[in-house]
């Protein structure tokens, strides 16, 4: 927020050639450049901030993540900004900024005209194809991921699938900021395309000659807006729906995973209730094989009536509990 901190900066002019990188003070450059000290109070912040692009009298200042430039008719000022580490935007706009514009020498084309608009739509289009390079690599991650959740899924492997269902949450939270970053990138475009009278200020090669537009003669500024508005905003609903998408199969297997520990529930109730059917059978075995006189032992009829004895002992508990679990089940179905 001081504005005597010094900026590192890197200067482009309309041929793409790159002059020495300088270190000037906030004041200084709202000076050399004719913006408000204010203008730059966030501009070196090592947080990646709201994208935003300010339209000054001659000067467009663009903010979109890691990507701090500040644009005039015949030159681009990139912001260099200690504490961002991933800077992937500023390079794919050098590279794209030096690549196009020295085709277009090469071709004899006139890129004076309109610098900056070409500048901008540089800018416009190094965030955009960031921000879906990141959308497609995490989308082929979820697709390798529900393979392996299936594949898990049908080998009944449980702790497999908690593993993978961890794996998707994290993959869901790298969509939610792919798509909040091509939402604040498309507001940042709504808010400019809203105001007409900023979109024709934008038009600085045509101010430096005397040709200043009307409120309305903006044409060529509102396409290419609305061109990067819309790449954006798929870019969010994409991300968005993939999101969902994420949110449904993990629903459907956690519900699946809840069917499958109810049915091993009721197993391991099943195997308790057998075992304490059973035990009836071990207290009598406990009970006739005490060192006592029970007058069975020169009787030919007393092993098949103890035996038998037991075992309808056994059934009797073993349909008595298994009814009473039936009925709880049946209870607590209706009232889910």
Known sequence: MNGNVNMQFTQFDSFAAAALK??????????????????????????????????????????????????????????????????????VFTHDLETKLHKAHALDKKVNDSFELRALDIALASVAATLEAEYLLVKQDVSKALKSLDQQMSDK???????????????????????????????????????????????????????RHLVHEHQEVEYLLEAYFKANDAIAQEAASLVENIQRTEETIKSILDVRRNQIMMLEAKVEIAMLSLASATLVAGWYGMNVISYFEHSPWAFGVLVSGSLVGSALIWRFVIRRLRLIQRRTTRKE
């Open 22 to 91: 300088k270190n000037l003070t906030k004041v200084n450059i709202a000076h050399e450049y004719g913006l408000s000290a204010r203008d730059l109070r966030i501009i070196d912040l090592p947080s990646n901030g709201f994208p935003h692009i300010l339209i000054r009298e001659n000067t467009l200042l663009i903010h979109m993540f890691d990507l701090r430039l500040l644009v005039q008719a015949d030159k681009v000022v990139l912001f260099e900004v200690n504490g961002i580490e991933d800077n992937i935007t500023c390079r």
């Open 157 to 211: 492997e449980g702790a497999l699938v908690y593993s993978a269902l961890r794996g998707l949450l994290d993959i869901s939270r790298k969509l939610a900021r792919i798509e909040q970053r091509a939402r604040l990138v498309r507001n940042a475009i709504q808010e400019v395309l809203n105001d007409d009278a900023d979109m024709a200020q934008m038009y600085l090669t045509d101010k430096l000659r005397g040709k």
